[in-house]
């Protein structure tokens, strides 16, 4: 009887935790384009990629959905989400917006052990462009711009951006995105790094703002639609040629 409340405890936690494990599985699957988009979502297989009921599938889906990322369609499931371009470009506007209270929150928050951080960050990500790494390239793009939000230290900025950034991540599974080089990526995160430490709020969100921005524009010229207000550098990542297209991944 001793051990019984202990190991009810210890259910609960296995219980309760469980969806939530598989939803982040499920989130990374649909995030590497592993389950691509437009793609529908079968509870059974899922549960059996798992070995588990249905029950933890569901309550993922149901959260996924939530999050955006998943669409209920009556009676015929679950499918990943689609953007089209429209909704991505309002994306990108509003993350314009977003980019620049992070980079002002970061200039004011920053510490020199931060900026070390941050260039450390620069030097890995030259690194892989030297390689051609790709994939590498995406994560540790992805993780320099976790630190920014990390930095800024707002739940609900962080909470808002991270959804939006999930949403467009649908969108860059499909569109193109012709490219200047890694490099010339380097260089742009790189410009952030110089605005950031130089303490000047007003710098530092526009360069942020401008890095969103170029990103924006290109996608425009990738999509064959009108260009945007600004010139096409980099914000997502690029390919290695400007004569060749890969799908963006960055955060």
Same mark, same amino acid.
């Given at each position: 009887? *001793? ?6 405890? !210890?259910?609960?936690? #296995?219980?309760?935790? =469980? ?40 309550? &993922?889906?149901?959260? !996924?959905?939530?999050? %955006? =990322? ?7 499931? +679950? ?36 900026? /070390?951080?941050?260039? &450390?960050?620069?030097?890995? +990500?030259?690194?892989?462009? #030297?390689? *051609?790494?790709?994939? #590498?390239?995406?994560?540790?793009? !992805? ?5 920014? !939000? ?19 991540? =649908?969108?860059? +599974?499909?569109?193109? @995105?012709?490219?200047?080089? =890694? ?5 742009? $995160?790189? $410009? ?6 130089? %303490?000047?709020? @007003?710098?530092?969100? #526009? &360069?942020?703002?401008? $890095? ?6 290109? +996608? $425009?010229?990738?999509? %064959?639609?009108? /260009? ?24």
């Amino acid at each position: 009887m *001793e051990n019984s409340k202990p190991t009810s405890a !210890l259910a609960f936690l #296995q219980s309760s935790s =469980l969806p939530m494990l598989v939803q982040e599985e499920i989130e990374r699957l649909i995030m590497t384009g592993e389950l691509p988009v437009g793609s529908r979502i079968n509870e059974s297989d899922m549960a059996a990629r798992f070995n588990t009921s249905r029950g933890p599938i569901r309550e &993922a889906l149901r959260s !996924l959905e939530e999050a %955006g =990322l998943l669409r209920t369609e009556k009676n015929r499931g +679950m499918f990943v989400r689609e953007i089209s371009f429209e909704e991505a470009d309002e994306i990108y506007e509003l993350r314009e917006a977003m980019e620049e209270i992070i980079g002002r929150r970061v200039s004011k928050a920053i510490t020199p052990d931060g900026v /070390d951080r941050l260039k &450390a960050m620069i030097d890995a +990500m030259r690194v892989a462009a #030297q390689a *051609e790494n790709l994939e #590498q390239y995406a994560q540790l793009n !992805l993780q320099f711009h976790e630190i920014l !939000l990390d930095t800024a230290g707002s739940k609900k900025l962080t909470e808002t951006y991270q959804r939006l950034i999930k949403e467009l991540s =649908l969108f860059r +599974m499909r569109a193109l @995105d012709g490219g200047g080089g =890694l490099r010339v990526s380097v260089d742009e $995160h790189s $410009h952030i790094v110089d605005a950031i430490a130089s %303490g000047d709020a @007003d710098r530092a969100g #526009q &360069a942020l703002r401008q $890095h969103v921005a170029d990103s924006r524009a290109r +996608m $425009h010229k990738a999509m %064959g639609r009108p /260009d945007s207000d600004s010139d096409s550098n980099s914000d997502s990542i690029p390919t290695t040629s400007s004569s060749t297209s890969t799908p963006s991944k960055e955060a």
